[in-house]
């Protein structure tokens, strides 16, 4: 097992180069980059964009008809201009050797410095990610730990009145998005139009730090009560389904009449034999559950409950073209979706310890 996690580890260098070099062509092309950005702010007379360019508060107003093709909108900016920006943003080398210099930084963890904000990438990574490890972290453990057991409940008793209105919940928890359950708690329970029982806004309160150790976690949980159950309530039933049907098509199957044929109780039957083989295709699942529940799945309820996490900042990265949180963010999420991949597969041998991915290779 070592020389396997060994060889899956260095698997990922190759697999992360490829997403990176892929992602940076994509972006690369899209119209609307930082430079145009910035012109689009001088063309509109923001003075302060033109003054931490050029340092003076008018704009040149000549510009060759070649320079001006280069980017819309930079038809009547002085051309040094044009080049100050790019010599500002790093466009004033080709696109290979930005991205070679991108993957020497982020070798060494630099992941530079915010176009917009004007501050380390990794600040503001680390700033956002108490808020998405909160979110992501417990939004799995507990959408895992319903899912499972009602999943099982569901199949054992396949067609009775509880798998029937169980089945009712989970349509409706699959049809209404999880935002939609956000704006519904927050109308019940944060000061909407009913109760005034949870905070709408940040994962602490203001004074914090001035809390006794035990009254900053029930701070905490408070919380973050709100957008945990709004998430769980929308990703819930996905999983419950995948459970009962994996658990069904496993229960069906020869060995378990054979077991209990051979007088083992149902308890063994199922937890014994069954639980590790059904099981297998919802660990599956797990670090792309995670990784999104992290990323994406997040953003809208960052928005709603005023939580300032990694989707709502790499969404702002990309509306605003800010390359160095846009990548800094993507090789972030990449990176630790290829080791959730990793540990997916580790997990996999303790389901089920007659798993060995070293001898299938070496075979």
Same mark, same amino acid.
């Given at each position: 097992?070592?020389?396997?996690?060994?060889r899956?580890?260095?698997?990922?260098?190759?697999?992360?180069?490829?997403?990176?070099?892929?992602?940076?062509?994509?972006?690369?092309?899209?119209?609307?980059?930082?430079?145009?950005?910035?012109?689009?702010?001088?063309?509109?007379?923001?003075?302060?964009?033109?003054?931490?360019?050029?340092?003076?508060?008018?704009?040149?107003?000549?510009?060759?008809?070649?320079g001006a093709?280069?980017?819309?909108?930079?038809?009547?900016?002085?051309?040094?201009?044009?080049?100050?920006i790019?010599?500002m943003y790093g466009?004033?080398?080709?696109?290979?050797?930005?991205?070679?210099?991108?993957?020497?930084?982020?070798?060494?963890?630099?992941?530079?410095?915010?176009?917009?904000?004007?501050?380390?990438v990794?600040?503001?990574?680390?700033?956002?990610?108490?808020?998405?490890?909160?979110?992501?972290?417990?939004?799995t453990?507990?959408?895992y730990?319903?899912?499972?057991?009602?999943?099982?409940?569901?199949?054992?008793s396949?067609?009775?009145?509880f798998?029937?209105?169980?089945?009712?919940?989970?349509?409706?928890?699959y049809?209404?998005?999880?935002?939609l359950?956000?704006?519904l708690?927050?109308?019940?329970?944060?000061?909407g139009?009913?109760?005034?029982?949870?905070?709408?806004?940040g994962?602490?309160s203001?004074?914090?730090?001035?809390?006794?150790?035990?009254?900053?976690?029930?701070?905490?949980?408070?919380?973050?009560?709100? *957008? $945990?159950l709004?998430? +769980?309530?929308?990703? /819930?039933a996905g #999983?419950?389904? %995948?459970?009962k049907?994996s658990?069904?098509?496993?229960?069906?199957?020869q060995?378990?009449?054979?077991a209990?044929a051979?007088?083992?109780?149902?308890?063994r039957?199922?937890?014994?034999?069954?639980f590790?083989?059904?099981?297998l295709?919802?660990?599956a699942g797990?670090?792309?559950?995670?990784?999104g529940?992290?990323?994406?799945?997040?953003?809208?309820?960052?928005?709603?409950?005023?939580?300032?996490?990694?989707?709502?900042?790499?969404?702002?990265?990309?509306?605003?073209?800010?390359? *160095? $949180?846009?990548?800094g +963010?993507?090789?972030? /999420?990449?990176? #630790?979706?290829? %080791?959730l991949?990793?540990?997916?597969?580790?997990?996999?041998?303790?389901?089920d310890?007659?798993?060995?991915?070293?001898?299938r290779?070496?075979?």
């Amino acid at each position: 097992m070592t020389a396997y996690i060994i060889r899956r580890l260095l698997l990922i260098i190759p697999t992360l180069l490829g997403i990176m070099l892929l992602n940076f062509v994509i972006v690369q092309a899209a119209p609307g980059g930082p430079v145009e950005q910035l012109i689009a702010e001088i063309k509109g007379h923001d003075v302060g964009a033109t003054a931490r360019i050029t340092g003076q508060g008018d704009v040149g107003a000549s510009m060759p008809t070649s320079g001006a093709e280069k980017y819309r909108g930079a038809r009547g900016l002085d051309p040094e201009m044009i080049e100050e920006i790019e010599r500002m943003y790093g466009f004033d080398k080709p696109a290979y050797e930005r991205f070679l210099k991108m993957l020497g930084d982020y070798l060494r963890f630099d992941f530079g410095t915010s176009f917009r904000s004007d501050r380390p990438v990794m600040d503001l990574v680390m700033e956002k990610m108490p808020v998405s490890i909160s979110l992501g972290l417990w939004t799995t453990l507990l959408v895992y730990l319903i899912s499972i057991p009602l999943g099982i409940r569901k199949a054992i008793s396949d067609g009775s009145g509880f798998d029937l209105w169980s089945s009712g919940v989970i349509i409706v928890g699959y049809a209404i998005p999880s935002f939609l359950f956000a704006v519904l708690l927050v109308v019940l329970f944060s000061g909407g139009s009913f109760l005034d029982w949870f905070p709408l806004r940040g994962l602490v309160s203001d004074n914090w730090h001035e809390l006794g150790w035990w009254d900053r976690i029930l701070d905490y949980f408070w919380h973050i009560t709100l *957008p $945990v159950l709004a998430m +769980t309530i929308g990703g /819930f039933a996905g #999983l419950t389904m %995948l459970t009962k049907n994996s658990f069904l098509d496993e229960i069906h199957k020869q060995y378990v009449v054979t077991a209990r044929a051979k007088g083992l109780t149902e308890k063994r039957v199922l937890y014994g034999h069954v639980f590790r083989n059904a099981m297998l295709i919802v660990v599956a699942g797990f670090p792309a559950a995670f990784v999104g529940i992290l990323f994406t799945g997040s953003l809208l309820i960052e928005v709603i409950f005023s939580l300032d996490g990694l989707g709502l900042l790499g969404f702002e990265a990309a509306i605003e073209r800010d390359y *160095p $949180v846009m990548f800094g +963010t993507l090789y972030f /999420f990449t990176l #630790l979706g290829l %080791l959730l991949n990793l540990v997916g597969d580790l997990t996999y041998t303790l389901i089920d310890p007659r798993i060995d991915f070293e001898a299938r290779e070496t075979g």
